[in-house]
């Protein structure tokens, strides 16, 4: 009786995931493709992105391929250590629909903890989420979304970083039990 219910308990859980995973949507109902960085038991403020990569012609680039990663609430990339970024416990990859479309569902990331040595000066680095994207036909990018909302933006060090190297910026806002946002990424 125990394999019985176990077995029962796997196949449940398949259809959940199934389903979460786009493939209980009716017939002719778009989605985009979605990630889900943080699960329901991280703690922070839930956090969700919906993004189109394009290519500088306007197009969506379909199937463009996005590794995610991020720190938890307190800044942290792994809970041993601090700044381990290869590792980031926060981490996963996608590829963009059809339409170039995709979505992360995960928390809003905290700041680092320590300060850095830019420019002369020790600087508090904005909450960021890296996108690292590639496409077949288009330059690799390497970006960090960062948040309209965080004061350390307001250091014109790091206006001058988001300007320059085009790092998107998303403008938060309410939404359900957390908060939202849209972002658009352009390739070369």
Same mark, same amino acid.
């Given at each position: 009786?125990?394999?019985?219910?176990?077995?029962? %308990?796997?196949? &449940?859980?398949?259809?959940?995931? =199934?389903? $979460? #995973? /786009?493939?209980?949507?009716?017939?002719? !109902?778009? @989605?985009?493709?979605?990630?889900?960085?943080?699960?329901?038991?991280?703690?922070?403020?839930?956090?969700?992105?919906?993004?189109?990569?394009?290519?500088?012609?306007?197009?969506?680039?379909?199937?463009?391929?996005?590794?995610?990663?991020?720190?938890?609430?307190?800044?942290?990339?792994? %809970?041993?250590? &601090?700044?381990?970024?290869?590792? =980031?416990? $926060? #981490? /996963?990859?996608?590829?963009?629909?059809? !339409?170039? @479309?995709?979505?992360?569902?995960?928390?809003?990331?905290?700041?680092?903890?320590?300060?850095?040595?830019?420019?002369?000066?020790?600087?508090?680095?904005?909450?960021?989420?890296?996108?690292?994207?590639?496409?077949?036909?288009?330059?690799?990018?390497?970006?960090?979304?960062?948040?309209?909302?965080?004061?350390?933006?307001?250091?014109?060090?790091?206006?001058?970083?988001?300007?320059?190297?085009?790092?998107?910026?998303?403008?938060?806002?309410?939404?359900?039990?957390?908060?939202?946002?849209?972002?658009?990424?352009?390739?070369?």
């Amino acid at each position: 009786m125990r394999n019985l219910r176990a077995a029962w %308990r796997v196949i &449940v859980l398949g259809l959940a995931m =199934a389903c $979460l #995973s /786009g493939a209980c949507l009716s017939r002719g !109902e778009a @989605r985009p493709a979605t990630l889900e960085l943080a699960g329901p038991d991280e703690p922070g403020i839930r956090l969700t992105v919906d993004g189109v990569v394009r290519g500088k012609d306007g197009k969506p680039v379909a199937g463009a391929e996005i590794h995610a990663y991020q720190t938890d609430v307190r800044g942290r990339y792994t %809970r041993e250590k &601090v700044m381990d970024e290869p590792h =980031a416990r $926060l #981490s /996963g990859r996608l590829r963009t629909d059809a !339409e170039g @479309r995709f979505e992360l569902r995960t928390i809003r990331p905290g700041g680092y903890p320590k300060t850095a040595l830019l420019d002369g000066r020790e600087r508090k680095i904005p909450a960021h989420i890296h996108l690292d994207i590639t496409a077949p036909g288009h330059a690799e990018r390497h970006l960090q979304l960062v948040f309209s909302d965080d004061p350390r933006l307001a250091d014109p060090y790091w206006q001058d970083w988001v300007r320059t190297q085009g790092h998107p910026v998303l403008e938060p806002h309410p939404s359900g039990q957390g908060i939202a946002g849209t972002v658009i990424i352009t390739l070369d």
